[in-house]
């Protein structure tokens, strides 16, 4: 299949970002999903249903329309239910290029604290400048659950599924990855926090209402960006081959 240039691009930064997010361990064998918009009307790409991330490729993504149906020849099928969280989001969020959820055992455990994610840490600060939360409504199969999907995440940039999972979404490949890196790690440490036992102490409410600025200000204006290539530089060395 001929594809143009940038769509190639973005083939390729998304079948490194599922690699990645098997080599960080976020994968759910099969059971999860990254999403890509693809420019003008020509759909999106989504994981061949039935691959591991870490077998993905650039050539083997799928293109789909917004109801999750094959545009694109593939010896695999795509799963239509798993893209009723992502096709929502899609279809409101124009400046999200990508969605990247996860079924992590640390972010499924926060998201079922009543309270959700703490402002314990400095990567919670981050992520809770621009968080919202959405309560379970059972698997993700109905197209009902769309207005409150869109409607929870709003213009935040990061999504708590209660008793689910976790999203981000990104204008980039890169800036999704990075921000679910945080919220990932964010709940890590919370939950290793609260192993302790002991008391826990709260960052002042008044350094977080000024972390957009200052985590524009560590990222040089870059978001994502600015780690990418050394994400990628890291899968070449431990797992190449999302490219072909």
């Known amino acids: 299949m001929a594809v143009s240039p940038d769509e190639r691009q973005l083939r390729i ?3 490194a970002c599922y690699r990645l997010v098997a ?3 976020w994968d759910d064998i099969v059971f999860t999903h990254i999403s ?15 691959m591991l991330f870490d077998e993905i490729t650039a050539s083997s993504l799928v293109r789909i329309d917004a109801a999750g149906n094959k545009l694109s020849e593939s010896p695999y099928p795509v799963n239509p239910a798993g893209f009723v969280i992502h096709s929502a989001i899609h279809a409101v969020r124009h400046d999200a290029l990508c969605v990247l959820h996860t079924h992590t055992v640390a972010g499924v455990a926060v998201s079922v604290q009543k309270e959700g994610l703490l402002p314990i840490s400095q990567q919670a600060t981050v992520a809770l400048a621009s968080l919202g939360y959405h309560d379970y409504e059972g698997i993700a199969v109905r197209d009902d659950e769309k207005p409150r999907l869109q409607r929870d995440l709003g213009d935040n940039t990061y999504l708590i599924l209660r008793n689910h999972g976790l999203l981000t979404v990104g204008a980039t490949v890169a800036d999704a990855f990075l921000s679910m890196y945080l919220l990932e790690r964010a709940c890590e440490v919370q939950l290793a926090a609260q192993s302790g036992g002991a008391a826990l102490v709260s960052v002042d409410p008044r350094i977080t209402a000024g972390v957009k600025e200052n985590v524009r200000a560590v990222t040089r204006g870059l978001g994502g960006t600015l780690a990418w290539p050394g994400l990628l530089r890291k899968l070449d060395r431990q797992n190449p081959g999302y490219r072909d």
């Open 13 to 15: 930064d998304l079948a």
């Open 36 to 50: 890509v918009r693809l420019p003008g009307d020509a759909g999106f790409l989504i994981n061949p249903y039935g």
């Open 23 to 25: 080599l960080y361990g």
